[in-house]
């Protein structure tokens, strides 16, 4: 599995609720922040984006990076998302 890091900025909040959802079906997730999540996936970066951009419109924006070898957070979701990134960034 490849761990992306996806940031995005949706306007609409029911766009913004359905992206989300989404998500949550793919391999494993963890929310980082309230646009910033990261996902565990067999996908390529592109192959991801394809599948999230029909939930897009114009206006919205997406960008996802493959995690590299190091990462630093502080506050995160809580216990069970500190140890989901500590294993998985």
Request: hydrophobic share 35%; aromatic share 10%.
């Amino acid at each position: 599995m490849k761990c992306y890091i996806i940031t995005y900025d949706i306007k609409d909040p029911a766009r913004q609720k359905t992206f989300k959802e989404k998500l949550k079906n793919l391999e494993g997730y963890c929310p980082v922040h309230d646009n910033c999540w990261a996902i565990l996936t067999e996908q390529t970066a592109a192959q991801l984006r394809d599948s999230l951009t029909s939930l897009l419109d114009a206006a919205d924006r997406i960008f996802i990076v493959k995690s590299g070898t190091e990462a630093g957070w502080k506050n995160s979701y809580g216990k069970d998302n500190d140890e989901w990134l500590k294993r998985n960034l």
